[in-house]
């Protein structure tokens, strides 16, 4: 009985035209769009290297847009210097206390200047410069598609229920267990939302060539995971209401 609950929810869920779009096909359009709109903003904001001059006069000192750039600049490479002299001075430090007189300066400097070169000093960066920030609105849609699966565990459940549907009535008076049945529903919409998510995972990767970064595997897990949070919305909102399946359908919108 569960495998074939599970296959007719299944198939009833994927000839259902309506939801398929909404689940399947709207995110992508919105993926789309989204490409459309968003992909020459980071383009347009390439940095632009020139050089330039400072003049340490009264005029550099006032707060000016322009003046204050140029002494964010000339501040870092201030610091840059004072991390290198600090550095320096320790090596040479732990160079006399060995009994070494004769130091070699230069070529301390010279090596700790190769090793910031070759990142063998390690830095912390805190900043959010390594993510574009225009993969938070595709994260955004992937979690749209996850929500949006409530639509599905929702009809697959209005479809056990006796006073939704005419195969609920006969579920009613069947003497197959009625978790069984739910479970199996349960499952076939899960079932149907991961294959919508694959899709769309797909189209946002190799169609629209977005960069979801090393930690794929740990995407998928969490879009999966978030899938059956939307799933387990459509399945609560059917199960606690008594109302028709368009005030269901509207408060599954609404929460989403």
């Known amino acids: 009985m569960f495998v074939h609950n599970l296959k007719y929810t299944i198939k009833t869920l994927f000839r259902n035209k309506i939801l398929i779009f909404w689940t399947f096909a709207f995110p992508i359009i919105l993926g789309i769009f989204f490409n459309m709109a968003f992909s020459n903003i980071e383009k347009d904001e390439v940095l632009k ?6 003049v340490n006069n009264e005029q550099f000192k006032h707060q000016n847009i322009y003046q204050t750039m140029l002494k964010f600049v000339v501040n870092e490479i201030t610091q840059n210097k004072i991390m290198v002299t600090d550095l320096s001075e320790q090596a040479i430090r732990k160079q006399m206390e060995k009994g070494n007189i004769n130091v070699d300066t230069a070529k301390i400097v010279s090596d700790i200047l190769t090793k910031i070169q070759n990142q063998q000093v390690k830095m912390t960066d805190i900043s959010s410069s390594n993510l574009s920030y225009m993969q938070i609105e595709y ?18 459940i209005n479809a056990c229920l006796a006073n939704m549907s005419s195969k609920g009535k006969r579920i009613s ?16 919409s899960y079932f149907v939302s991961l294959v919508g998510l694959a899709i769309l995972m797909l189209f946002l990767k ?18 999966a995971v ?16 008594r109302v028709s399946e368009g005030a269901k359908t509207g408060i599954t919108i609404a929460v989403t």
């Open 49 to 54: 290297v020139f050089d330039i001059a400072v």
């Open 139 to 156: 994260y955004t849609l992937i979690a749209m598609a996850c929500m949006y699966g409530g639509m599905l565990g929702l009809t697959a």
């Open 173 to 188: 008076v069947s003497p197959n267990r009625k978790s069984t049945v739910v479970l199996s529903a349960a499952m076939g």
């Open 206 to 223: 190799f169609a629209l060539h977005v960069d979801f970064g090393d930690n794929i595997l740990l995407v998928l897990l969490l879009a």
């Open 226 to 241: 978030g899938n059956l949070a939307g799933i387990s919305l459509g399945i609560l909102i059917a199960s606690i209401f």
